[in-house]
């Protein structure tokens, strides 16, 4: 008999060391063997079920290792966290922008978007709105904002992460989920963080301008893009690309990307990029230092 309930001890054990999804039944049986006068019995006890409770737990956390530098008048700068449902059930959550305690300036136009798993901002990812995070599963966010012009120093921005389960509950408390209980043990701080955007004295801005072939804009009508590279401040730039997409509904004309009037760049087949060399600027100007043009027509 011993060994029948040292056996189940020690199953249970192992089920929970490795952490078990809520709503898991956990059935016991007790069996029992005897011998009366030589002659072996055996017996079991009545079922019991118990089924496990869902523990709400979370973390957010800012990924970017230091600040991350922004040019004044700078638009959808990102900076990248990640959260972990480390609780034992699917959860759902809501997300808000918030704002740390260092504030020199104000961001505009704060959105938090899902990563689409590359790591980076860009168009293919998508606004997170309400969002299903597996137990032990997690996903990365990115908080975007605008800069403002007259930006300075320091700004500390971030995300919060609210529980859909949890909804109202405080620390510790409890809710009926169907037939097992929700039981909320996410500290206040671990719902959310911020990272830190640092403004440089240096900045580059582009100005896009167009002009149209005809008076009015038809099939066949081409257009000229061109893109004026200012800089704002005082100081070195080195590694500046500058990337367009081509405009739906039109086709790129070839060989007509060109840097100050030479041909330049390349054409990906959807959109145009030009290295331009470093940039040193000793003293404030507001004349572009370099200008970009290049053709498409009106399919």
């Known amino acids: 008999m011993n060994k029948y309930i040292i056996t189940f001890i020690l199953m249970i054990q192992s089920l929970f060391s490795v952490g078990i999804t ?10 029992l063997n005897y011998n009366l006068e030589s002659v ?22 800012c ?15 990102a900076m990248r966290f990640i959260l972990n449902n480390t609780g034992n059930g699917t959860d759902s959550y809501v997300f808000s922008s918030i704002e740390g305690d260092v504030l020199d300036f104000k961001v505009s136009n704060a959105d938090i978007y899902l990563d689409n798993g590359d790591g980076i901002f860009s168009v293919e990812d998508s606004l997170a709105t309400e969002i299903d995070v597996l137990s032990d599963g997690n996903i990365s966010l990115f908080l975007v904002s605008d800069i403002p012009e007259d930006a300075s120093n320091f700004s500390e921005n971030g995300i919060k992460a609210s529980s859909i389960i949890q909804g109202s509950l405080d620390y510790g408390e409890s809710k009926k989920l ?12 671990a719902k959310s963080d911020v990272c830190t955007y640092e403004v440089s004295n240096l900045a580059v801005a582009l100005e896009k301008t167009a002009i149209l072939s005809s008076d009015k804009l038809y099939k066949g009508s081409t257009i000229e893009y061109k893109i004026a590279v200012n800089v704002i401040g005082e100081g070195s730039i080195d590694n500046i690309v500058v990337n367009d997409n081509i ?26 990029s030009v290295v331009l060399p470093s940039i040193n600027q000793l003293k404030e100007n507001s004349e572009p230092k370099h200008h970009i043009t290049f053709d498409v027509k009106v399919q």
């Open 22 to 31: 809520a709503g898991t039944e956990i059935k016991n049986i007790a069996y």
């Open 40 to 61: 072996p019995f055996s017996a079991t006890s009545n079922e019991l079920i118990d089924i496990v409770d869902q523990k709400i737990d979370m973390q957010i956390v």
């Open 63 to 77: 990924q970017e290792s230091e600040a991350v530098i922004v040019g004044v008048g700078e638009q959808r700068r």
């Open 178 to 189: 169907e037939n097992f209980y929700a039981v909320a043990l996410t500290e206040e701080s």
């Open 247 to 272: 405009p739906t509904g039109t086709v790129y004309v070839d060989n007509s990307l060109k840097l100050d009037g030479v041909t330049a760049g390349d054409f990906n087949g959807t959109a145009i």
